[in-house]
Each structure stands twice: as structure tokens, then as C-alpha cells.
């Protein structure tokens, strides 16, 4: 609701009421409606101001009110019955003003704000567009290449940047709200035209078509396939090119398509399920409401390669004093030189003078031994670990936490290997450490609530999605990429070009196709897993078949030929020289190809791209289902959250569960089918248990998923 107070001096003070952000629902709006009814109607009020409760303006549109029939007042002509009074209205923005909320203070005639108030139109990463005039009215203040930034990207902006692009007329550290109510009082009788900004033309530089097709192009690469940002550019240059009335028309009309696509209701879904993923659950009963979490502010890591460098820095950036220790010289005073480096940098583009925590360096496990927390990131060797785990165990005071950065091992085993199996967790980040969003948290059979809340509560502060996730060999991400690698492999075999499968993967929306990617990552690095695992290395024959199932030896072939990927700058692809970047079709991947096939008799074939997105993505697919079913993941929406925020899965197609319902279950349960006819020697096609029981059960929509499989598992069925 709005509540209406008439305050002394003759101010109108109207309070947007509906925590925990004060969002536009039905009832806000209407609440609006008959406030700024009495504003007009009562002789006694001379000027307006509108605020939000606690603090926090207006977080925009009630995005929960999307899925069903729109009801209530329309913000639209809200907006201008606002903008149309001939009494001074003054936004009071503490807080947050965000997509409606922005837009609604736009349609008042002055706005005020707090320097450390959020202010944006986010809509663009919910797969819409600012339709309650904001594509119109924002360039007109702020002008069109600020309006185009801020529309296309949707990021938020602080009073004081708000204040420089002339969104705000004032900010203030103080309250913003008492500075409005004053400011209110004091211009009562002043002229408005001027401030009425539907009224006013567009702020636009000389060449206007140049500037929106240089920025259509480069919103174009960046999205990917998603509809949205390249509909915001059509609505500003509707804003540039048209008077106001029927740049509002084109706003709408181009809001109707986007507001039904599927699109849209994938970003809506990535937007809560990133929140789902915060109120964990354990089978225990445990969960995120009932479990104390301990505040972590001494940390330390071992092993400064690629990932403790990057761990360290983002503990660092949380606030936390951390310990880096590596044992091998030369990687040490590397990371001397460039982890505070890369601190600096990092804290800088987060907008800060330095990073709120520090990092030393050593090469003792001795001086660990007052940390709270430790973070294992040595190379993927069991043995190693079980080593470091024991001399952590002995070093470490008895309530530290033990995390491990392994990339797919057994915590348990890790667990059992110290004196504290319930302080024992995996942290599993990813590359770049620092800057990605991802963390899984590995939960051991013997990981103790304490210690998981601990761990959500940290990857929190450190700006991560933080996902729990159970213990099972590659956890969820990984688990998942194995089929999917392995099914891209099978379609060389079969006649497929690296470049062909990559075309198709990138053009479903993923930023690097899986052999562009292996290309980056490292050839090595999977080829080192298989050789532990007794799959490849001296002494397996090559052939096409391992522990009973089908199996290619093709990227251990292209190892033992030297290459490695970017790294030797020879790999799936050719580059420049080691450590080039830009990947070019390689003659001899072809001639390596074709060899193989007439080695092993495999008559290639043409490969359709449909062909190649199904068997890719639906082994991938099925993989969670069999997740799902296990337990290691607590819902569709961990599983989605885990491939948008780590994997690069498009977050306009929600997520690869999210994305099995759009497709329909069915038809993902009979083209698994009918693949696994095709290959019976391939499990990953076999379709999940679950898959199936979902499909009989009618399909119903992903947010039922859980309840069912809760269901069944209680009945044993799963
Ligand atoms: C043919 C039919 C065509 C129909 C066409 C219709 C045309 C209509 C024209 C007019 C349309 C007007 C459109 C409009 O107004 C568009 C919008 O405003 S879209 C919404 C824009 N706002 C956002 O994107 C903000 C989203 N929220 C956030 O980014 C963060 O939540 C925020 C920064 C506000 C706060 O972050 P934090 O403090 O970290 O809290 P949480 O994120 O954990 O959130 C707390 C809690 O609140 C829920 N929530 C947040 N924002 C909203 C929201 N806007 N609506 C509903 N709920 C919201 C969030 O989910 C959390 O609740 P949980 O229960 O914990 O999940
Ligand atoms: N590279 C990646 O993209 C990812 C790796 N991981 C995991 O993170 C861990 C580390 O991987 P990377 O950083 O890539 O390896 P890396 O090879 O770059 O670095 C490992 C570092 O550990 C040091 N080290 C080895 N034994 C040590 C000891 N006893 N004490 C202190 N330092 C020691 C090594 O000298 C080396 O500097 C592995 O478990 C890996 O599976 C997890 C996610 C992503």
C-alpha cells in the first residue's frame, strides 16, 4: 500500500509500504493512485513529497505479479497524472530506486537522493524493457548515449554517479527524506513546464542514427540471442526520433513482445532462482534459517597457482586478513608480485581507494595456525591433499575450518583424514577465482551444519552465488560437463569439425563453444583425471571402448601429440603462438580426424546442427535429472543457478533445467530415447528415472519439481 500524511508547511507525504523493497504491486499502486487523488483535491496541500519505508525508495514493478493476469492501476498513466500536477512533486530516493521505482521518480518533478542510493532500470536483465515511459522520459534528462548504457545494460548507478548525469537534482549523506520535505516547502508556486520531462526534447548529440547503429552492433555481440537489450535500443531510438506520445507507443508495443517471450520468463526464473539458492537445506533438516553461521574475518590458502591467487584476492576483498602460503620458490614470489596486483586492480574497478583486507605471504604451514578458516587450492591430487589435510589437522587450532578447492574428489575422504571431520567442507570456486560469481559448497556426509552456514555465509560476503551442493565425484557443475564433453567428442568421431559442434554451442547463446573452451582451459587438465583414473596413459590399448563403455581417446591423442590448447598454441584449434588467444580452423585437426575414423573404420557422416544441440545439451540434461534424483543438488533451480553463474549457460534460457521444461520433458525423454538406440553404449543417454517419473506425472512446471521428488523419495520411488 501508500500511505498519505499531511505534514506542517503544507507538504503531502506520500509512503510507498511494501517491504522488504517497497515493489509497485496492486496494492502500492492503487495506494498511489488515491494519494495523489487527495494531494490534488485538499486546498491545504501545496507540494508533494513521495518516499519508501525503511529506507528504501521503491525496488520497481512487483516482478511476482508477472506470472499471472496483470490486475490494479496501471503505472502508466499513474506516472503522468503524477508528472500533470500543478503542485511541486519531489522523489525522496534513499535506498534503492530501481526500474518502476526510477521510473515513477522520474515522473516527478524534482528528485533528491542519499550518494550511496542505488538508482537504475534493471529491466533489461529480466528480458524487458523500462515501459512505464522510462526509455522516453530518461533520455530526455540525462540524454541518449547515458540512456543508452544505463537502458542496455540495466547496472546500477550511486546518487553521487546519478547526480553527474543529471538523473538527481540533489544528493545529500544525510536523509535525504528531511532535505525533500524542506526543499518541498520552499519552491511551492514555482513554474513547472520545465521540469514536466515528457514535455521536453530529447537529448541527443548531432548524429543520432551513427551513435544508435554503433551501439546496436555492439549490444548485438554481447547478447548473445537475447531479445531484450536489442528492443531497449529500438525504444531509445524511438525516444530520439519521435514525439514523446508515440515514442511512449513504440515503448509499449515492444514491451507486449518481450513481456510473453520465453525469454523473459527465463530471466525471471534466473532471478529468484539465484535467491532459492540462498535458503539452503540439508537431508539433515538443516537449512539456512535454522543453523547459526560463525563470521570469518582470518583466512588463509595453500597453493598459490591459478585458483589460491584468485581465492586470496576475493578473501581479501571480503575484508578478510589472509595467510598465502606455497611451498615451490619461484611460484611464490610470483604471486608476491602479482597477487597485490591484481588486489589493487580488482578493488579499483569495484569503486574502491584500496581493498578492505590484506594478503601475506609465506611458505610454512606453521603460519596458519591462528586462522579461522583454510582454503586448500594444491594441485588435483588425492594423495597430496590427504598429506596437506593431516598437517592441517595438527597445525591448525581445533575449531578451524578445512575447506578444499578440489575440483571433483571426495571431502569425506578428506574429512576422514583429520581430527575434525564436521569442520570439513569444499569450497569449490571458479576460474578466475576472484571474479567469478560461482561457489559450490561441497557438503561431506560429516560436514556439520555450523560449518555449511559458515561457508554460504562467507561466499555471500565475498559477493558470490553460493550453491550446496552434496559429495559426489565432479559435484553438480562438473558431474554435468562430463557427458556433455564426451557426447561433443563422440560427433567428431562420427564426422563432425571442432568448429561445427563450437558454431552450434555459441549460437545457442554459451560465450565459447566445449572445444574453444578445452582450448583455454588446458587439454591436460582432463587428460591428467583420466590418467588416474586408469583411462588412458602407457600400457590402455586405443581403442574406442573402456570399463564397458564407449569411450574416445581422441583429446588423449591430441595430448600426446603436443597439443595442449592455448597454452602450446596448437590444441582443437590453431593460434598465433603459445598463449595466443585468437583460435583459427586447423588443416591438420582435419587430416588427424580423418586418419582416426579410417583407423578405427568410422564412415564420417554430415551432422545436423540440431542433431549436434540435442545430444550435447539433453546427455548434459539428463545428468541433472540423475542429480536430482540422487539428492546432490536440493532443486532445478541449484542446477540452474550452478550453469548460469559458472558454466557460461545463457542466462536468457534460464538455466539447462529450466531450459528441459521449455522444451518440453517429453520430447527431451524421447530424444534421449531414440539416441540411446542409436548408441546403447552410451549410459549418459539413458534416460534419468526421475525424467521419467516427471514426464508421467504430467510434466508439471519446474517450480513443482522439488515437491515431487521429495515426494518420491519419501516413498522410496527415486
Ligand atoms: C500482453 C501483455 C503485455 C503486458 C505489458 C505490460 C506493460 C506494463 C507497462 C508498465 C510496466 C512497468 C514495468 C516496470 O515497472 C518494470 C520493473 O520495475 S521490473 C523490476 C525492476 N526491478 C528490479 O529488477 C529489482 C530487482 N531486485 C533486486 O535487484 C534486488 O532484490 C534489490 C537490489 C532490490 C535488493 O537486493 P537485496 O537487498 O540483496 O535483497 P534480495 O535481492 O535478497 O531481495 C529481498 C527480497 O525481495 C524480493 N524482491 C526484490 N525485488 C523485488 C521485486 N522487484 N519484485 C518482487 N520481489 C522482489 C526478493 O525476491 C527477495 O525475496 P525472497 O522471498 O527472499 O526471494
Ligand atoms: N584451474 C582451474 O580452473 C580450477 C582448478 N580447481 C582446483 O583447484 C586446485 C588448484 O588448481 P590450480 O590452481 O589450477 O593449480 P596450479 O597448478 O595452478 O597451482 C597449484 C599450486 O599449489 C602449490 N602447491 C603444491 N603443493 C603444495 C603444498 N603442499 N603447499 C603449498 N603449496 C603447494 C603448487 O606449487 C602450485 O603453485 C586443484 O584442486 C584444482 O582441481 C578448481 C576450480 C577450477
Known amino acids: 500500500m501508500a500511505t498519505f500524511s499531511l505534514l506542517p508547511g503544507s507538504v503531502a507525504l506520500i509512503t510507498l509500504t511494501n517491504p522488504p523493497v517497497n515493489a509497485l504491486s496492486a496494492a502500492v499502486r492503487a495506494g498511489i493512485v488515491q494519494a495523489v487523488q487527495r494531494s490534488v483535491e485538499d486546498p491545504k496541500v501545496k507540494s508533494v513529497v513521495i518516499c519508501g519505508q525503511n529506507g528504501r525508495f521503491c525496488g520497481g514493478a512487483d516482478i511476482r505479479e508477472f506470472a499471472g493476469p496483470m490486475s490494479g492501476?496501471?503505472?502508466v498513466p499513474l506516472i503522468h497524472a503524477i508528472e500533470a500536477l500543478d503542485k511541486p512533486v519531489v522523489a525522496a530516493i534513499e535506498g534503492l530506486a530501481?526500474?518502476?521505482?526510477l521510473e515513477l521518480a522520474?515522473?516527478?518533478?524534482?528528485?533528491?537522493?542519499?550518494?550511496?542510493?542505488?538508482?537504475?532500470?534493471?529491466?533489461?536483465?529480466?528480458?524487458?524493457?523500462?515501459?512505464?515511459?522510462?526509455?522516453?522520459r530518461l533520455p530526455r534528462l540525462a540524454g541518449l548515449p547515458a540512456a543508452l548504457d544505463l537502458i542496455t545494460t540495466g547496472r546500477h548507478i550511486s546518487g553521487t554517479e546519478a547526480l553527474e548525469l543529471g538523473i538527481v537534482d540533489q544528493v545529500t549523506d544525510g536523509s535525504a527524506l528531511d532535505i525533500a520535505l524542506e526543499f518541498a516547502k520552499s519552491i511551492v508556486g514555482r513554474p513547472l513546464n520545465t521540469r514536466r520531462l515528457s514535455t521536453l526534447p530529447c537529448r541527443c548529440p548531432t548524429d543520432i542514427d551513427n551513435l544508435l547503429d554503433r551501439f546496436m552492433v555492439q549490444v548485438r555481440q554481447r547478447a548473445r540471442g537475447a531479445l531484450a537489450p536489442v528492443a531497449c535500443v529500438g525504444a531509445l531510438r524511438?525516444?530520439?526520433?519521435?514525439?514523446?506520445?508515440?515514442?511512449?507507443r513504440k515503448e509499449r508495443e515492444l514491451m507486449d513482445t518481450l513481456f510473453n517471450s520465453g525469454q523473459a520468463r527465463a530471466l525471471q526464473y534466473a532471478f529468484f532462482s539465484q535467491r532459492v539458492v540462498g535458503k539452503w537445506t540439508l537431508p539433515s533438516g538443516a537449512r539456512w534459517d535454522n543453523t547459526t553461521s560463525r563470521t570469518i574475518s582470518t583466512a588463509a590458502v595453500i597453493g598459490l597457482g591459478t585458483m589460491g591467487r584468485g581465492i586470496a584476492v576475493a578473501l581479501a576483498l571480503a575484508g578478510m586478513s589472509v595467510v598465502a602460503v606455497e611451498t615451490q620458490e619461484k611460484q611464490l614470489s610470483e604471486a608476491r608480485q602479482m597477487v597485490p596486483a591484481m588486489l589493487q586492480r580488482e578493488a579499483g574497478r569495484r569503486g574502491l581507494d584500496t581493498a578492505p583486507g590484506v594478503i601475506s605471504f609465506c611458505s610454512s604451514l606453521q603460519d596458519v595456525s591462528e586462522v579461522e578458516l583454510v582454503i586448500e587450492a594444491v594441485f588435483e591430487d588425492m594423495a597430496l591433499k590427504l598429506q596437506l589435510f593431516r598437517q592441517l589437522s595438527a597445525v591448525c587450532k581445533p575449531d578451524t575450518l578445512l575447506c578444499s578447492n578440489t575440483s571433483g574428489l571426495d571431502i569425506d575422504q578428506l574429512a576422514a583424514a583429520t581430527q575434525r571431520p564436521g569442520l570439513v567442507v569444499g569450497m569449490h570456486f571458479f576460474a578466475p577465482a576472484h571474479i567469478m560469481k560461482l561457489l559450490e559448497v561441497v557438503c561431506g556426509t560429516r560436514s556439520s551444519p555450523e560449518t555449511v552456514a559458515t561457508v554460504m555465509q562467507l561466499g555471500k560476503?565475498?559477493?558470490?552465488?553460493?550453491?550446496?551442493?552434496?559429495?559426489?565425484?565432479?559435484?553438480?557443475?562438473?558431474?554435468?560437463?562430463?557427458p556433455y564433453t564426451e557426447q561433443a567428442n563422440f560427433l567428431l568421431e562420427e564426422g563432425a569439425m571442432p568448429e561445427q559442434v563450437d558454431k552450434v554451442l555459441e549460437e545457442f547463446g554459451f560465450p565459447m563453444g566445449v572445444f574453444r573452451m578445452s582450448d583455454l582451459s588446458g587439454l591436460d587438465v582432463g587428460w591428467r583425471i583420466r590418467k588416474a583414473a586408469g583411462l588412458t596413459g602407457p600400457g590402455v590399448e586405443p581403442t574406442r571402448t573402456r570399463q564397458g563403455r564407449r569411450y574416445s581417446p581422441l583429446p588423449d591423442q591430441m595430448c600426446e601429440a603436443g597439443r595442449l590448447g592455448q597454452k602450446t598454441g596448437r590444441g582443437w584449434y590453431q593460434y598465433d603462438g603459445p598463449g595466443g588467444r585468437v583460435a583459427r580452423s586447423d588443416p591438420w585437426v582435419q587430416t588427424f580426424l580423418d586418419a582416426y575414423r579410417a583407423r578405427h573404420n568410422l564412415a564420417a557422416r554430415v551432422i545436423a546442427a540440431e542433431e549436434i544441440l540435442e545430444r550435447c545439451l539433453y546427455s548434459l540434461i539428463n545428468e541433472g535429472f540423475k542429480i536430482l534424483q540422487d539428492g546432490m543438488a536440493a532443486g532445478p533451480e541449484d542446477i540452474d543457478a550452478i550453469y548460469v553463474f559458472g558454466y557460461g549457460w545463457p542466462r536468457h534460457r534460464g538455466g539447462p533445467m529450466f531450459h528441459a521444461g521449455q522444451v518440453g520433458l517429453a520430447r527431451v525423454l524421447e530424444k534421449l530415447e531414440h539416441y540411446q538406440q542409436l548408441h546403447p553404449d552410451v549410459a549418459p543417454m539413458k534416460p534419468s528415472m526421475l525424467l521419467r517419473r516427471l514426464v508421467a506425472a504430467g510434466s508439471p512446471p519446474i517450480q513443482k519439481w522439488r515437491e515431487l521428488i521429495h515426494r518420491e523419495r519419501v516413498h522410496s520411488q527415486l
Open 461 to 482: 560476503r565475498m559477493g558470490k552465488v553460493s550453491v550446496a551442493v552434496g559429495n559426489c565425484p565432479g559435484f553438480v557443475g562438473n558431474r554435468m560437463l562430463k
Open 106 to 136: 522520474l515522473g516527478c518533478h524534482y528528485r533528491i537522493a542519499h550518494t550511496t542510493a542505488l538508482l537504475g532500470l534493471p529491466e533489461v536483465t529480466l528480458g524487458l524493457l523500462p515501459a512505464a515511459g522510462g526509455t522516453q
Open 238 to 248: 524511438a525516444a530520439a526520433t519521435l514525439p514523446y506520445a508515440q515514442g511512449l
Open 73 to 75: 492501476p496501471p503505472l
Open 98 to 101: 530501481l526500474g518502476g521505482g
